[in-house]
């Protein structure tokens, strides 16, 4: 068991500073005082072996350890080195490197170091002011520490809910994916029980959530928990500019872009704000985030960004697209209607099936389609697989091996480099705890009421291997989200949508194009209506791609709107 998991809570958790510069150790630890000291223990160290043995000094008397800083040149061991150490012996606690600037060889080694998970963060000499330089990055490794140790003392949603349930599952997702922090009970546990009878209900029909104002819902849908945290499950009107659908980067970028240029704007999203994104433990390649950002950072402040330039939300899905003159009509899930003068799609795309055996019945019972991220701090401890070859299967196995006991990436090529970077490629292969199995495909699922073994099967073994997998992730390519659109907007074979000028044929627009121009770039074979982000034919599956596109399209929006 982890240190951190046997953690003494009558201990302040530790801050620990490692640098040979005594002087410069004893100035952060001072500054940290200053801010940290009510709740934490800040200690400052000048030998890098001194702090291994401090480090596992912590393990013995349960501390638990909560941010290191290390500087990255020291004539004992490099600062890269204790904080493997510190991964080591506390997997949680954050990490950054204490760095006299960018120079070419601390940029070559610090970049090596985020590729490899050594580090999660750095920190410039001088770090004054330290209100803007040191206890930011400080606040952001201590939001990360306390999720992953479930600190939160405060929950604003506590659900009594069945562990392995699918239902369970679902919700877990939505809640976890809209960024709100949830705690989760059995009903048998004291605590779910103490909760279940405060709330005056006995348990019989699980879920059931209770908020921090006091409002209890039995068996509540997404949309219930989504009006309890305040997104309408209606509009407000009934003729918008534009109504958005989908908000993942793509409908999020859009919706604030054409919210902040004075169009009445609707986002409609049944799921989470952030798509995709949501489900990514860290977006290193996103401009602006030297760090990285969670997707789930990045879709809460997008979100808030674009209610606040008056976009309105809901929390409904698109079923269908009629157009009545120059109005476009979307039905809705719960069965009402929007109509709007233009509308911008940004469905995405939805997960591959893996298709073997056993698999469909367990899905939200061990087995998991993306959810790498929500899912990540259940697995800890135990094995788990994942299934797919591409960057989201290599991001998901380096996140998911801070918490399981071991991961396995199963894939049916002969190699992890063919679909995969090669920084994650080399961050899996110097993992202890990750390993490949190449040429091997999942050929069967099973367990009793939870995933408990994966069948295997290579083309060289005599036969099937059984082995044991608390969790599966399936990762194995996407499909476009369109169905709902049937006739109405014009797809390619695999059903992404056609825009612009890949809707001509030799000059000629698309049959029922009823305008004298040709399609704008973006605009679907139905005028008004445009298609952007992972839905869009030949677009760039990339969240910058995505961002980029959606504000791109609001310019053809305005193009579409002034004609009319
Ligand atoms: C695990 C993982 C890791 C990734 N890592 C990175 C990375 O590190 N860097 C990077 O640049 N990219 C990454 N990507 C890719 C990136 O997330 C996508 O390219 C990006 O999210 C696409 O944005 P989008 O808005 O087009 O679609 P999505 O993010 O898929 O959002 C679509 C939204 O539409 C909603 N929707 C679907 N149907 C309907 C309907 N009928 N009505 C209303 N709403 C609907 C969905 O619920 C969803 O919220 C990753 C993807 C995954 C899965």
């Given at each position: 068991?982890?240190?951190?998991?046997?953690?003494?809570?009558?201990?302040?958790?530790?801050?620990?500073?490692?640098?040979?510069?005594?002087?410069?150790?004893?100035?952060?630890?001072?500054?940290?005082?200053?801010?940290?000291?009510?709740?934490?223990?800040?200690?400052?160290?000048?030998?890098?072996?001194?702090?291994?043995?401090?480090?596992?000094?912590?393990?013995?008397?349960?501390?638990?350890?909560?941010?290191?800083?290390?500087?990255?040149?020291?004539?004992?061991?490099?600062?890269?080195?204790?904080?493997?150490?510190?991964?080591?012996?506390?997997?949680?606690?954050?990490?950054?490197?204490?760095?006299?600037?960018?120079?070419?060889?601390?940029?070559?080694?610090?970049?090596?170091?985020?590729?490899?998970?050594?580090?999660?963060?750095?920190?410039?000499?001088?770090?004054?002011?330290?209100?803007?330089?040191?206890?930011?990055?400080?606040?952001?490794?201590?939001?990360?520490?306390?999720?992953?140790?479930?600190?939160?003392?405060?929950?604003?949603?506590?659900?009594?809910?069945?562990?392995?349930?699918?239902?369970?599952?679902?919700?877990?997702?939505?809640?976890?994916?809209?960024?709100?922090?949830?705690?989760?009970?059995?009903?048998?546990?004291?605590?779910?029980?103490?909760?279940?009878?405060?709330?005056?209900?006995?348990?019989?029909?699980?879920?059931?959530?209770?908020?921090?104002?006091?409002?209890?819902?039995?068996?509540?849908?997404?949309?219930?928990?989504?009006?309890?945290?305040?997104?309408?499950?209606?509009?407000?009107?009934?003729?918008?500019?534009?109504?958005?659908?989908g908000a993942g980067p793509a409908g999020l970028s859009a919706a604030l872009c054409s919210a902040s240029e004075g169009l009445h704007t609707l986002l409609l999203e049944p799921r989470s704000f952030g798509g995709q994104a949501g489900s990514t433990s860290l977006i290193r390649n996103y401009l602006g985030f030297p760090r990285g950002v969670t997707g789930r950072q990045l879709a809460s402040m997008a979100y808030d960004q674009c209610m606040l330039f008056g976009a309105e939300s809901v929390f409904d899905r698109a079923e269908r697209l009629d157009v009545r003159g120059d109005r476009l009509i979307l039905t809705l899930g719960n069965g009402g209607r929007v109509t709007s003068r233009?509308?911008?799609?940004?469905?995405?795309?939805?997960?591959?099936?893996?298709?073997?055996?056993?698999?469909?019945?367990?899905?939200?019972?061990?087995?998991?389609?993306?959810?790498?991220?929500?899912?990540?701090?259940?697995?800890?401890?135990?094995?788990?697989?994942?299934?797919?070859?591409?960057?989201?299967?290599?991001?998901?196995?380096?996140?998911?091996?801070?918490?399981?006991?071991?991961?396995?990436?199963?894939?049916?090529g002969p190699s992890l480099s063919a679909a995969m970077s090669d920084y994650l490629v080399k961050e899996i292969e110097a993992a202890p705890n990750i390993s490949v199995r190449l040429n091997t495909q999942v050929v069967a699922a099973g367990g009793d009421g939870h995933l408990e073994h994966l069948t295997l099967r290579t083309p060289e073994a005599p036969g099937p291997e059984q082995v044991d997998a608390a969790a599966l992730f399936i990762m194995i390519g996407a499909r476009p989200q369109t169905d709902w659109l049937a006739d109405t907007v014009q797809r390619d074979d695999l059903g992404f949508i056609l825009t612009g000028p890949d809707l001509m044929d030799g000059g000629t627009p698309p049959a029922g194009w009823t305008l004298a121009r040709p399609p704008l770039p973006m605009e679907t074979s139905v005028p008004g209506v445009f298609a952007v982000g992972d839905v869009r034919g030949g677009s760039t599956k990339r969240v910058a791609s995505a961002v980029g596109a959606g504000s791109i399209a609001i310019h053809f929006v305005h193009q579409f709107l002034a004609a009319r």
């Open positions: 068991m982890s240190m951190d998991r046997a953690a003494d809570r009558t201990r302040k958790p530790a801050f620990l500073v490692v640098d040979d510069d005594q002087d410069t150790a004893e100035a952060l630890r001072s500054a940290l005082c200053r801010r940290f000291e009510a709740d934490y223990e800040v200690y400052a160290i000048s030998s890098a072996r001194a702090a291994v043995e401090l480090l596992e000094g912590f393990c013995a008397r349960h501390q638990p350890l909560a941010v290191v800083i290390a500087a990255l040149s020291m004539p004992e061991m490099t600062g890269v080195e204790v904080l493997v150490q510190v991964r080591r012996l506390h997997p949680d606690a954050g990490r950054a490197l204490l760095l006299e600037g960018f120079s070419r060889r601390e940029t070559e080694l610090v970049s090596q170091a985020m590729a490899m998970g050594r580090t999660d963060s750095w920190i410039f000499k001088p770090w004054e002011p330290a209100e803007r330089n040191l206890f930011p990055r400080v606040s952001e490794l201590l939001a990360d520490w306390v999720e992953a140790t479930g600190q939160p003392a405060f929950h604003p949603v506590r659900v009594v809910a069945d562990a392995g349930a699918p239902r369970t599952h679902e919700l877990r997702d939505m809640l976890v994916r809209n960024d709100v922090a949830a705690e989760f009970l059995a009903p048998d546990s004291p605590s779910g029980q103490a909760l279940l009878d405060a709330a005056g209900v006995d348990g019989s029909r699980l879920p059931v959530a209770v908020y921090w104002r006091g409002l209890v819902q039995v068996q509540p849908s997404l949309g219930d928990i989504a009006g309890a945290l305040g997104v309408p499950a209606r509009p407000s009107c009934d003729d918008y500019d534009v109504t958005i659908v233009s509308v911008v799609i940004s469905v995405g795309v939805d997960y591959r099936r893996l298709g073997a055996p056993g698999v469909e019945e367990l899905i939200g019972s061990g087995v998991f389609y993306g959810a790498a991220v929500s899912e990540a701090p259940a697995v800890r401890g135990h094995r788990v697989c994942i299934v797919g070859a591409g960057n989201s299967a290599g991001q998901a196995a380096v996140h998911l091996a801070k918490f399981a006991e071991h991961v396995t990436i199963v894939i049916r």
